[in-house]
């Protein structure tokens, strides 16, 4: 059983940055790529970014490649989402996810955080 937990969002305006944190809990981390996706108001949840197990290779929407960057410190079982140039269009629930050994940037994760809220304002 691994549990998650975000921190890091809160309002921001447009152009500026935030980073978003989640530790998980388990001396397993480094056994889960790790996943971040976002939910907003009446819409899907969709994927925004991933991350291999030792954090080799890394994968991202086309919405946010450029812009956000994922990363991941095994010793502190923290994965992290640094935003930056941030968009009103990313507005929305920001979810991490873990899943045993293999990533996948489809919802197809074994664990949820619950989720962290990111405003951006125009």
């Known amino acids: 059983q691994v549990q998650l937990v975000e921190s890091g969002g809160g309002l921001v305006q447009a152009g500026g940055s935030l980073r978003l944190s989640c530790t998980a809990s388990g001396r397993t981390f480094s056994s889960y790529a790790m996943g971040w996706f976002r939910q907003a108001p009446g819409k899907e949840r969709e994927f925004v970014a991933a991350?291999?197990?030792?954090?080799?290779?890394?994968y991202y929407a086309d919405s946010v490649k450029g812009r956000f960057t994922i990363s991941r410190d095994n010793a502190k079982n923290t994965v992290y989402l640094q935003m930056n140039s941030l968009k009103p269009e990313d507005t929305a629930v920001y979810y991490c996810?873990?899943?045993?050994?293999?990533?996948?940037?489809?919802?197809?994760?074994?664990?949820w955080g619950q989720g962290t809220q990111v405003t951006v304002s125009s």
């Open positions: 991350i291999t197990l030792r954090g080799s290779n890394t």
């Open positions: 996810a873990a899943r045993r050994l293999v990533v996948v940037i489809s919802r197809d994760y074994d664990y």
